[in-house]
């Protein structure tokens, strides 16, 4: 691994270790790497298992040895998430004492009739907000929304917009299951590591809204955001566990890494035809362009899901 090297800029990947890398991640991963890389910024790797639940044993060891193989070398050591639960309460109890979150009684049962968000998390409707009734505690903590559009301009997909509002309602930040939701810890840690571009798969574009307004709140550094297409199989769906997306530890690196770059939009001449990764992201390191990558939220690739 090399040293950090004090760069200015810093990227990062932040795989959930929620089973083995398939292509969709590689996607993710080979995006941040190259926006890093080609840039002279450092790229981070942070393992997100804040949601022990979805966690699978090994699974981490498993994501960090796939990276390994498919020559994506990350600088520093890796941080994990489940290791900084006070800092992610620090973060908390400072949103408390700015009267920005309140206490929530709510039942997933009791939201269960609430539209539902672009991203299929129930829209809330602010019950628990002006408090809870006497002797009840409260279950998890919410961040006040108020109305008004969240802005920012995708270095990718272009601007985008949310009323998080009006969407989404006031969103959770510590879990009723006494766990931290993973968009405080995303900010809370992007802005510790001094993380400046964050490339990531679309699908999380819906959160991105939400995270500018966790940064508002804690008074934290916005980075520029990159969203590339996430993969989809022939149904449309995005590639993930729970549509059995396969892994691609079976699979030859070089034609795994060779296959992101098609889909990033760097397809690799035929002089590097079975070329080890190595070579391959050397190469497209020295022509990497976001200008190149599709702008749309999801496509297919033929031979993966
Ligand atoms: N842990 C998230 C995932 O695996 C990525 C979070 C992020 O990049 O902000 O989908």
Redesign the pocket.
């Known amino acids: 691994m090399s040293a950090p090297g004090g760069a200015a800029r810093k990227g ?5 270790p929620t089973g083995p890398l398939h292509f969709g ?1 590689v996607v ?1 991963a080979v995006g941040s790497y190259l926006d890093a890389r080609s840039s002279g910024a450092a790229w981070l790797l942070r393992i ?1 298992d804040v949601d022990v639940p979805r966690c699978v044993p090994g699974a981490a060891e498993g994501i960090l040895r796939t990276l390994e193989r498919l020559g994506l070398e990350w600088d520093g050591p890796v941080l994990w998430q489940s290791s900084r639960t006070e800092v992610y309460r620090a973060a908390l109890e400072r949103l408390m004492a700015a009267g920005r979150v309140f206490g929530c009684i709510c039942t997933r049962r009791a939201l269960a009739d609430a539209r539902l968000a672009r991203d299929g998390t129930r829209r809330y409707a602010g019950t628990c907000r002006d408090g809870l009734p006497p002797g009840r505690t409260a279950r998890a903590f919410r961040l006040r929304v108020e109305p008004g559009c969240v802005r920012f301009v995708d270095r990718i997909q272009g601007p985008i917009e949310e009323d998080v509002a009006a969407d989404v309602g006031d969103f959770v930040v510590l879990r009723a299951d006494g766990y931290f939701a ?1 968009q405080l810890a ?1 900010v809370v840690d992007d802005a510790e590591a001094g993380i400046t571009d ?1 490339v ?2 679309a ?2 574009l819906d ?1 991105t809204p939400r995270q500018l307004l966790l940064q508002r709140a804690l008074g934290l550094p916005q980075p520029a955001y990159a969203h590339v297409p996430v993969v989809t199989n022939g149904a449309g769906e995005k590639l993930s566990k729970q549509t059995l997306a396969q892994a691609v530890d079976g699979l030859a690196p070089g034609g795994v890494v060779a296959d992101a770059l098609r889909f990033l939009g760097h397809p690799p001449p035929a002089a590097l035809g079975g070329a080890a990764p190595a070579e391959l992201l050397a190469w497209a390191q020295g022509i990497w362009s976001l200008a190149r990558v599709p702008c749309v939220r999801g496509a297919p690739m033929p031979g993966y899901g």
């Open positions: 990062r990947f932040a795989p959930s991640s993710a997100e993973y995303v964050v990531r798969g699908d999380l959160s």
